[in-house]
């Protein structure tokens, strides 16, 4: 089997329709506008989160997937968007969404698009369709439109019962004293809605009024869980429901719920929907308002969406003969990446995770990367580190956090040539101002200027790898890894320099060539290269190690940064494939940790398998695809992509990717050690490895580049690529690219008819819309 055994994805990729509402893990999406994001799973169930200012959050229902895949209280615990369907006539009762009754359904499927989701059922031949969204803009509200139609024939008599648990937690550890001692919800008559109140004594922010506002008038309602369930019951048998009327319950300092009843009774064929609005506000007086704007606009709202991520998708599109990939790269990844410059982790501003997403929408969508920056920016301190993250403030010393700034500043001028942001000035965190240059070059000379025994840069509490924390506890360790991303800086450094005629150039060389030559003379292992060196002077990720001998990271960026020549090259490959590799991409380290190493730290207590210890992580994969590319071994870095990009299936019967939802990339996935989930995918869509698949897959593979003032046509196409077409917007101009392999010596470049020399074009030889032909070898 090449598909899906859980569902399919429409004709053009937009879509993935779910067909079984009891897959392995969440299938889930993501919702978002510019200040509120929700997680919505096959079932409509998950959470939502409203960020109030750049300080503080409010968690309005938190549920199932906010632990992600450690949520150790189950799937009935914190439940919403449950809509309970009774026949009033037999007692019979079912959820539109399945769960958590899960009744037999005739009919189910939940398709998940760009910024929706949409469930439809049938049960008792009542159809039935919940369509979710949240509209564009800064409104903290979800859109719900919830359908109905008689299949039976017969006239139906039905109580609809509507079903939120309201949280109003605070997400950055801000205690008010017993959370659920202020906490209300009750019936507004005037307004028509349920409303859900917060009210402590002392609060970060006023944000704190949920409710619930259809456009159908409300029966009956609950406040209380306990009136609602009863005592006890569970969810998937609300006395309430069973008994056909809500209780008039008003929350108080308990379980705090909205359930809301509507009655309707239908014709035979006949239909009805409600739709409703969800937010959060400061107010009761600001329901109104709010409600009116969306309930007699719904459609067209949901109309606003749709066109905007068709244009959307059509800035930049990729044509390859691979389908797959043209879905996932025209579509998923981009969309995934727009949530992580959006909203990153959660909300949480890890520094580079958000350097990263804002690297991965520099093509198309440098604004956004500007504005990251500015706010990255203004995080660093004026030594040149920079906190480990903000929202909220992180100030464990992490080396790593600056260097971030460097990829995404130079990704952000070849596209835009905006060379005049290099002389703004942006304040440091602790004092003073400097400009962005400055700002990069004590990012760069922290770097420098903070080495250790083996001339090699200090790890401190840790680098990429979080869990690294005690490898440089006494300010001893050093990371091999970091060193290497630090020599990639530098060379990035070198072509805007010599781009700029700017003679820091052969400064920058020189720090470049005796990195390099420090971690060749110093982290070579034999057949791989070390990960790091502990405060004494220990050597972690070596053949010597009992466990985690090696790690991946050091073994890809030796390739990306140019430091393993062309033997040693050919060894860290082999390693890697015979000491890391499984059926879904390569594990981070190997072997896995099993006993606490307190020289080593948290990495070495962990569960084995699970985030950083022996798991298939999606960021070292993407690195080493960009590795083998750069290194030449397109073949090599083509498998690589197939195997850690869900929905590429083997077709045999236990292939772990059908456990995955196959449109969206995971933080990684458990190791083969991990003791009851192997192969699982764990955290989808927070992985700011997305960045990195977009980067590596457009700019490298495919190898459209922007450059300081050019368009450079550099492919690396696997066999069977005879041909590829590419819309790319660049500058205020379109370039309608088709890339073809051809009995030619050398690449041939056709512009507008015209044959130019060389693989480069420059935008002083273009029109506004452009036809590019490249000719390329056939081998």
């Known amino acids: 089997m090449n598909k899906s055994k859980y569902g399919y994805f429409n004709e053009d990729g937009t879509e993935f329709t779910v067909t079984n509402p009891k897959t392995p893990r969440a299938f889930d999406n993501y919702l978002w506008n510019d200040v509120l994001f929700s997680a919505v799973h096959q079932t409509g169930v998950g959470f939502l989160d409203y960020q109030v200012d750049e300080k503080e959050a409010v968690q309005l229902f938190t549920g199932i997937g906010r632990i992600c895949d ?37 009919f189910y499927e939940c398709t998940h698009g760009l910024g929706y989701s949409v469930i439809r059922s049938e049960t008792s031949k009542m ?14 509200v979800e859109l719900w439109t919830i359908g109905f139609e008689n299949k039976s024939g017969k006239r139906r008599d039905l109580s609809i019962f509507i079903y939120n648990q309201f949280q109003f937690s605070y997400k950055w550890g801000f205690n008010s004293y017993g959370d659920m001692f202020f906490r209300t919800t009750y019936l507004s008559k005037e307004n028509n809605a349920l409303i859900a109140n917060k009210h402590p004594h002392i609060t970060p922010h006023s944000h704190q009024t949920a409710f619930m506002a259809p456009d159908k008038e409300i029966a009956g309602f609950d406040g209380s869980r306990d009136a609602f369930m009863g005592l006890y019951n569970g969810l998937n048998e609300p006395q309430v429901v069973i008994e056909g009327k809500c209780k008039g319950s008003i929350g108080s300092s308990d379980a ?52 905007y991520n068709q244009q959307f998708i059509a800035n930049n599109h990729f044509q390859t003969p691979d389908e797959h990939l043209n879905r996932m790269l025209n579509v998923w990844v ?11 982790r959660w909300g949480w501003m890890g520094y580079r995770d958000i350097g990263q997403h804002g690297y991965g929408v520099s093509s198309f969508n440098p604004a956004r990367t500007k504005e990251i920056l500015r706010e990255a920016f203004q995080y660093q301190y004026s030594s040149g580190m920079a906190l480990r993250g903000w929202n909220p ?37 602790d004092e003073g101002s400097a400009t962005v240059w400055e700002h990069i070059e004590r990012a760069l000379n922290f770097l420098e200027n903070n080495k250790g025994a083996h001339h090699l840069v200090l790890i401190k509490f840790g680098d990429w790898n979080d869990s690294l924390t005690a490898i440089g506890k006494e300010g001893r360790g050093e990371s091999v890894w970091l060193s290497m ?121 962990m569960e084995p398998g699970i985030c950083e210890n022996g798991t298939v992580y999606s960021h070292v994969n993407v690195w080493m695809i960009l ?50 989930n192997a192969l699982q995918m764990e955290f989808t869509w927070i992985t700011g490895s997305v960045a990195w698949f977009y980067n590596v897959l457009t700019k490298e593979m495919i190898g459209i580049k922007p450059d300081f003032d ?70």
């Open 70 to 106: 450690f949520d150790v209280f189950g799937r009935e615990h914190l439940m919403s968007r449950l809509i309970y369907v009774r026949d009033n006539e037999t007692g019979e009762y079912w959820n539109v969404n399945w769960e958590p009754v899960k009744k037999a359904y005739d």
């Open 127 to 140: 159809a039935s369709s919940f369509r979710i969204f949240v509209p564009k803009g800064k409104d903290p």
């Open 256 to 307: 705090t719920v909205g359930v809301i009843q509507f009655d309707l009774k239908l014709e035979a064929e006949q239909e009805e929907t409600i739709n409703l609005v969800l937010g959060i506000c400061d107010s009761v007086a600001e329901v109104e308002p709010l409600k009116m704007k969306y309930l007699l606009k719904t459609d067209d709202e949901f109309e606003k969406l749709r066109q």
């Open 334 to 344: 981009k969309h995934q990446t727009a949530y992580g410059a959006q909203w990153c």
């Open 393 to 429: 403030v992180d100030t464990k010393p992490y080396s790593d956090s600056a260097l971030w700034l460097v990829f995404t500043l130079i990704s952000y001028l070849k596209e835009t040539a905006d060379f005049d942001f290099l002389s703004e000035e942006i304040q440091f965190y």
């Open 485 to 605: 991303a630090y020599a990639e800086a530098l060379l990035q450094m070198v072509d805007l320099f010599e781009f700029l005629h700017d003679s820091r150039k052969i400064d920058y060389q020189a720090r470049y060539e005796n990195i390099k030559k420090a971690i060749n003379d110093n982290a070579w292992d034999g057949e791989w290269y070390i990960r790091c060196f502990d405060d004494n002077g220990r050597a972690v990720g070596s053949n010597k190690s009992r466990e985690g001998k090696i790690f991946l990271n050091t073994q890809s960026w030796s390739m990306i940064a140019g430091i393993a020549d062309e033997n040693r090259t050919k060894l860290v490959i082999e390693s890697a494939g015979k000491m890391l590799k499984t059926d879904i991409g390569y594990l981070l380290l190997a072997p896995t940790f099993t006993a606490p190493d307190p020289n080593i730290g948290r990495i070495s207590c």
């Open 627 to 676: 590795g083998l590319l750069r290194a030449g071994h397109i073949e090599e870095a083509w498998e690589a992509f197939q195997r850690i990009t869900p929905g590429y299936f083997t077709g045999e019967n236990n292939d772990p990717k059908q456990n995955m939802p196959p449109y969206i990339y995971a933080n990684g996935c458990y190791g083969p050690d991990h003791k009851n």
């Open 710 to 779: 050019k368009l450079v046509i550099e492919p690396r196409f696997p066999a069977g690529w005879n041909e590829v077409r590419v819309t790319r917007h660049f500058r205020g101009k379109r370039f309608d690219i088709k890339i073809q392999r051809k009995d030619v010596d050398e690449v041939l470049l056709n512009l507008n008819g015209k044959v130019i020399p060389g693989n480069e074009i420059h935008l002083n030889e273009c029109m506004q819309t452009n036809e590019v032909i490249v000719q390329i070898p056939e081998k």
